[in-house]
């Protein structure tokens, strides 16, 4: 049986979280600018962690996913990223009621936050493809997203999570096996790679301590 390993940001991935970055405090809000046989350990948290609230108290929060910036050379992509981090918002029961977006253009940001407003939304995602790449049987695939998840209602938005997630896909090589040639594996597609890097995200969330009741 063949193993694909994941790869972060900063070498092999492990089967163990990685070091935490420590939550910042008072982030103000940056603009966002324009296999089979294989065998993969859960994922865990986001490689870096800017932003995280003390409490979550998000969980009965209507939520809006919207396309992500993505770079010029991965046209499309951006949506794609948006929609599977939206997919597996609802597969995990992460928040309420989460919604994807698709029809929203990039905009800046505090036009975003009216428009959330306007259809009712209490937080807004918005993200930012900031590596994209689909690799072959002989290159890698890697993906790197940046997420912010905002509170919109009641006065001046605030954002409650802001973190960085990446991922690298390796092809499985040929190997020789004196009678016969064992055949290699594509590398892992970038789709796989941004839906890992969602759990990862979800995985965020869901460990901060719930409000209680």
């Keep these: 049986m063949v193993l694909l390993f994941f790869t972060g940001c900063a070498g092999e991935y492990a089967a163990t979280a990685p070091a935490r970055t420590s939550p910042g405090k008072g982030v103000s809000i940056p603009e966002m600018s324009g296999h089979a046989g294989a065998e993969f350990v859960m994922a865990s948290l986001p490689e870096e962690i800017y932003a995280t609230p003390a409490v979550n108290y998000t969980a009965n929060a209507r939520v809006g996913v919207f396309p992500f910036h993505e770079p010029d050379y991965a046209p499309g992509m951006g949506c794609v990223a948006g929609r599977i981090l939206?997919?597996?918002?609802?597969?995990?029961?992460?928040?309420?009621?989460?919604?994807?977006?698709?029809?929203?253009?990039?905009?800046?940001?505090?036009?975003?936050?009216?428009?959330?407003?306007?259809?009712?939304?209490?937080?807004?995602?918005?993200g930012r493809l900031s590596d994209y790449f689909e690799g072959s049987a002989l290159l890698q695939s890697r993906v790197s997203e940046i997420i912010q998840i905002i509170s919109v209602q009641g006065g001046k938005p605030n954002v409650l999570w802001y973190a960085k997630a990446c991922e690298t896909g390796s092809p499985a090589r040929s190997t020789d096996l004196i009678f016969f040639l064992s055949q290699g594996q594509q590398a892992p597609s970038a789709d796989m790679l941004m839906k890992r890097n969602a759990e990862k995200f979800c995985n965020m969330i869901l460990e901060c301590p719930r409000q209680r009741r």
């Design 86 to 126: 939206c997919d597996q918002l609802q597969k995990r029961r992460v928040f309420r009621e989460v919604a994807f977006q698709p029809e929203m253009p990039p905009m800046p940001l505090r036009d975003l936050i009216e428009t959330a407003r306007l259809r009712g939304l209490d937080l807004i995602i918005t």
